[in-house]
């Protein structure tokens, strides 16, 4: 295998945002991460105090999300959303951009937005994580003008997705790929080493969580964290390869 259990569980951003979990479910996914070990949990802002209780005198640093899911709130509300999870304990901000402005061109204010939020965050000792919602994106050109503008207000992550932009379709049906190989290889490489890339959306086997490794993410939002983990559990123990790849933007999170 080309990574160590170590290696994948340290990249993983366990997701507790389902809108249908409650307290128990929310305590029982901190108590999970704690299991697998992973890079940290990223949680509905509600929780958040209760999580870094759980996760106290651990190395499992507690996150969540701002502006979530569709990044609509104005400034002054995700800059106060982003002090409000500070300060009860979270040292990992997810914000999503204002979709609608970037669509738009409005260039000068999705910068202010990322800075204000980063400058907050930065503010109390958290890292920042930009999500840009690539299925909401129409063109390669959009996604590396956020990716310049990240790198210029020093954000500490571009984020692919939220997991929950679903696309309506001429037929009335919604559809998701969440992160892509082309996306993510677009992103680091629109990005200096000092900013590093997250998938999230998509990457629900052990394949396609490696396979994003592989592209440079350093980051992965999962749900499926279980199901990777033992997965690979079950290959090294049959002594298995690690030959196949996996599939990027089949949806979910």
Same mark, same amino acid.
């Given at each position: 295998?080309?990574?160590? *259990?170590?290696?994948?569980?340290? $990249?993983?951003?366990? $997701?507790?945002?389902? %809108? ?5 479910? +929310? ?9 697998? /070990?992973? !890079?940290?949990? &990223?949680?509905? %802002?509600?929780? @958040? =105090?209760?999580?870094?209780?759980? +996760?106290?005198?651990?190395?499992? %640093? @507690? ?8 990044? /609509?709130?104005?400034?002054?509300? #995700? =800059? ?8 009860? /304990? ?9 979709? /609608?402005? !970037? ?11 990322? =800075?204000? @939020? ?13 999500? *840009?919602?690539?299925? *909401? ?12 503008? &990240? ?7 571009? #984020?692919? $997705?939220?997991?929950?932009? *679903?696309?309506?379709? @001429? ?16 992103? =680091?490489?629109? &990005? $200096? %080493? ?11 086997? +052990? ?14 939002? !999962?749900?499926?964290? !279980? ?27």
């Amino acid at each position: 295998m080309r990574y160590t *259990f170590e290696q994948l569980a340290k $990249s993983i951003d366990h $997701s507790l945002l389902q %809108p249908t979990m409650t307290d128990t479910d +929310l305590e029982a996914g901190c108590q999970q991460a704690l299991e697998y /070990g992973v !890079a940290s949990i &990223c949680i509905k %802002p509600y929780y @958040v =105090r209760r999580a870094a209780e759980i +996760l106290a005198g651990t190395d499992i %640093p @507690v996150g969540t999300v701002i502006g979530f899911p569709h990044g /609509g709130s104005t400034t002054q509300v #995700k =800059r106060y959303e982003t002090q409000v999870a500070c300060e009860d /304990g979270a040292t990992e901000i997810d914000m999503v951009i204002n979709i /609608g402005k !970037a669509l738009s061109g409005d260039w000068e204010y999705v910068e202010q937005d990322i =800075r204000e @939020v980063t400058e907050e965050a930065h503010k109390h000792g958290a890292i920042v994580k930009v999500i *840009f919602e690539n299925d *909401f994106m129409p063109d390669d050109a959009i996604k590396i003008r956020l990716c310049q503008i &990240c790198e210029s207000v020093n954000a500490d992550f571009v #984020k692919t $997705s939220t997991g929950y932009g *679903f696309v309506k379709g @001429v037929d009335g049906k919604y559809s998701y790929k969440g992160a892509t190989e082309h996306d993510l290889a677009l992103m =680091r490489a629109n &990005c $200096s %080493p000092k900013v590093q890339v997250k998938a999230a959306g998509g990457v629900r086997d +052990l394949d396609a969580l490696m396979r994003a490794k592989d592209l440079g993410a350093t980051r992965i939002g !999962a749900t499926a964290t !279980a199901i990777m983990l033992e997965e690979y559990r079950r290959r090294v123990a049959a002594g298995e390869t690690d030959e196949a790849q996996g599939e990027l933007g089949a949806g979910g999170y």
